[in-house]
């Protein structure tokens, strides 16, 4: 089954990322990062001075650490309380998000909401392979997008459970974060692949385009 589903994601106009190839160096500059900041769980920015991608570098952590992720506008958040929302499936929940995935969060981190209106549509899919993870993504806005610097925030994976789709992740309770991260626009790699669509047209048609459309 799993081969299916990548062969189909292979086919199809989702943007893709291929699985981490990274050298022996820049796994040791990320596990040293790691170990300095993350595992300290004080909340603190990390110093990011590396010449790897950031978006490598919350790949890496997320797929070696017991860590998830968060995108945010807001550099000032000590502690996530649960709000009401709506998982990636349309059920209604009361929660702080996570995501296993970096590209994910680093567009919501970047996606400047203040004075946006209407719908985002996005998707993140995964499958696993001999050699580590593959990744497939999808970002639509409208015509209001703006972009603006950001911040990741680090979650350690245990008071959470998946959501409504594989790398969405849901705690019930309120959340710390361990450490955090300034990003700005070009730290996300598709910045220049996003898609707009209008909104009257239905979040259906935008996913069917997602998967059988070019940008």
Known sequence: MNLIKTFALNKSRLLKAPELDLSGEAKSEFDAIYNDWITKGNGAFIPYESNYPVSLFLNYIIETK???VHGSNNPSIDCF????STLFNGKPVK????ASDGNWSLFFA??????????IRNLCLTAPTKKGVKRYYYFSVNR?????????YFFPKEPFKQGGIRNEWIS???VEPLAKLAVKPRDFSYLDKVSRH??????????LKAFTLRK
Do not use: C, Q, R
């Open 144 to 152: 209001n997008v703006h972009w603006t610097d950001g911040t990741i």
């Open 66 to 68: 017991d860590i998830l």
């Open 110 to 119: 970047v996606l400047k909401k203040e004075g946006y209106s209407g719908s």
């Open 95 to 98: 929660a702080v998000f996570a």
């Open 172 to 174: 019930e309770s309120p």
């Open 81 to 84: 309380e649960p709000k009401d």
């Open 198 to 207: 209008l909104e009257t047209e239905s979040a259906l048609k935008t996913i």
